[in-house]
């Protein structure tokens, strides 16, 4: 079974540019989660969906972070403008339902300059 | 204070010491506990799952809940170089599956 699929694995921009992440879900898996894991840091949800619906956004800083996940499947994850701090590995994960083992994909790391 | 504490690293062992790892937590909804382990470069992969109080074994990996004491802890035994890792515990309300995290701890095993 494959797994979860992110790209691009690394991303250097400078601040205020935009940037802009995808992910792959295990497939069958309707729970899509993305999260935010800053160095040092464990990871921190950004945000979740179940199917195409959003289930928690609550931590997601919305004034620059957007994501969709259209068709209940793959997923894209926005930051338009970046900033410094937001340079951290940004993960993605599914799981088949809620409250479901969440898989975690490997990743794509940021850096903002 | 955080809703899950973890107890700083990083934790240097030799091969085949036991090595513990502790979290403790604020928040009483947590129902659901979990550790992670996170190679580097790599996301975290869950080690075992808990749901009530008491201990749960897996091969090498022992997992421990103290819901009393808002308290889990993990043994290794018989580590090896490959368990070098970034150790992480995790929590679930129950109500949204949202995982919260601790810290990680990083362990390196000495061959």
């Known amino acids: 079974e494959a797994g979860v699929a992110q790209s691009p694995r690394y991303k250097i921009i400078e601040k205020r540019q935009s940037v802009a992440f995808w992910c792959n879900p295990i497939?069958?898996?309707?729970?899509l989660y993305w999260y935010q894991q800053i160095l040092g840091q464990g990871p921190k949800l950004l945000i979740q969906?179940?199917?195409?619906?959003?289930?928690?956004d609550s931590q997601l800083p919305k004034d620059r972070f957007s994501a969709e996940r259209l068709k209940g499947v793959d997923s894209t994850l926005k930051i338009q403008p970046a900033k410094l701090e937001d340079s951290a590995v940004y993960l993605c994960a599914s799981s088949l339902g809620l409250v479901e083992t969440q898989y975690f994909g490997p990743g794509t790391r940021l850096l903002v300059l | 204070q955080k809703e899950v504490e973890q107890d700083p690293g990083p934790l240097s062992v030799p091969e085949g010491a036991i090595v513990s790892l502790n979290c403790t937590y604020s928040n009483s909804a947590f129902q659901y506990f979990m550790w992670y382990r996170q190679y580097s470069r790599k996301g975290p992969e869950l080690l075992m799952y808990t749901y009530s109080s008491g201990n749960k074994e897996d091969g090498r990996f022992t997992a421990q809940v103290d819901k009393s004491s808002k308290y889990i802890s993990s043994f290794i035994r018989d580590s090896q170089p490959s368990d070098s890792a970034t150790y992480l515990c995790a929590m679930i309300s129950g109500a949204n599956s949202k995982l919260t995290f601790g810290k990680g701890i990083t362990l390196s095993v000495r061959p």
């Open positions: 969906f179940q199917n195409n619906g959003v289930v928690d």
């Open positions: 497939s069958g898996h309707a729970t």
